[in-house]
């Protein structure tokens, strides 16, 4: 028997746990070797330890599959807050000390950090933190690449304090700031490394006037042409392969009957299908670099299961689903930030992206190998006699999904977004947002109140990142682009170190240049992980 529907269950719990993963595995864990192998001294190996002393408590087996009741499920949120801010702390801990091995680098900069083996250009949105002073009145940020300006766009602006500890005194110093908000595309970003550039203080940027946006309602670069439809779906053209996707990105709704582990509709079940009730447009950015396109609907769908537990309520509640569709100058993929407001409870919400190919297989990627399956079988859900449970035409996904004919291929890359379905209708790939319920198992335990779980309605706002990939060939076209979205390049300020400030402070020897690659890897290789020799000393809990 196996555990079908419970990679659907509490969503929130399985975005967090991907989301520290990679933070953990691609970005602490390297820049901790790195500085290792340079002769770097008392590394935060404590702290490593209990960051994944609570992730390895959170991924016991009812923990992370979210077979809980509430009090346990508050319990793994906790524990996922104290794992975040450890790995936060050591990733900024980590990455101050890699600029002082910097010759020549300025007080003020900011590092581009690649945490893949393999050069990359990509356009990415960032911060930008500078002193609230009169000295930077009527000025703005200005990026330079050995003397050479990059051209940087401003998106906002707002003020906030910073509070500094400074170790030499024992005092806590307050810095008001400005934090821009700011979009640049960066090219040839060494392999798993880093490239630095200076910022300095000028003239407010000039706003641009044309971009990635090309109308009201449509994206479009050297790649890729997104075109918003009146029901809030787009169209895709891939330039590449000439195919045009359409329809996609609309949402569908069905009823949830089921509990923490088995997705069981209703008898009398009914799918809704959003088709841009109350829909506007927003142009959030629009400049050389990348072009956004924000949608807002309104999803009416049942606010539940009718008393009797076989249909769903007649009375209907209002979701509204805010959807940033994104397109990056040099970008080969459509991504997507989608904030859900659900209230209602069960029901099964997803997204669908239709793609017409002809094929009866799909493909997933698992954490060792890609899978290929069959599209939806007929009799789904039904249980043979003799049977212990049904076939399900949804299946796990651990990064991405999609389906081939081999010439052309569409594929759906998910941040923490761990279920997928191929449906034989246009052949769609969906995947899974919400799965709402509020009982752990059916039969005698569906009411008893130590088996409810009301968290898992997943009641409120929640946030999803995830991406259309078109394609042409097999699977193996988009591995290096689902890497290059789960692992987006990140950035680094250059800022006070606290040790600093101590007398007995040694600066390291300054080994290293403005940019550096560590490690690069070419062929057809996937890069899974770089730790710390001394890591592997640490003796981990076995509970």
Known sequence: LILPASQSTRMDVKKFNRRLEDKLEFQVEPLMACLQSLGEEELPFAFLKKAWEYMLTNQAHDSLCCAMPDPAYREVMTRFEKAEQITEEMHTELAQRLFRRMKGVT?????????????????????????????????QPHLYDAGTELPVFVQKVRKNTLLKYVPANGYTTEIPVLIYTVTANFENIPALGYKTYEIRYAKPHTKPVEGIVKGLTTLDNKYLTVEVNSDGTLDVTDKKTGKIYRQIHRFYDEGENGCGFMHIPPVGDAMFVSSGRDMDLEIVENNACQGIIRIRQTFRIPKSIAPDEQSRSTELAETKIVTDVILGKDSRSVEFETVIDNQAKDHRLRVAFPTDIDSDETYSGLPFDVITRPVQPENVNDIEPGSNEAYVGYHPMFDFCGITDQTAGAAVAGDGITEFEVLPMRRTVSITLIRAVDHLHVGAMRYGDKFKMNAAQMIGEHSYRYAFLPHDGGYEAVLDKVQEFRHPLCTVQRDFLEEESLADYKAPKQNLGLEHSFINIEGTVLFSALKPVSYTHLTLPTT
């Open 107 to 139: 007080d003020e900069a900011v590092m581009i950090y690649n945490p893949l083996p393999h050069k990359r250009n990509e356009t990415i949105t960032f911060e930008i933190t500078v002193a609230d002073k009169e000295a930077y009145k009527n000025t």
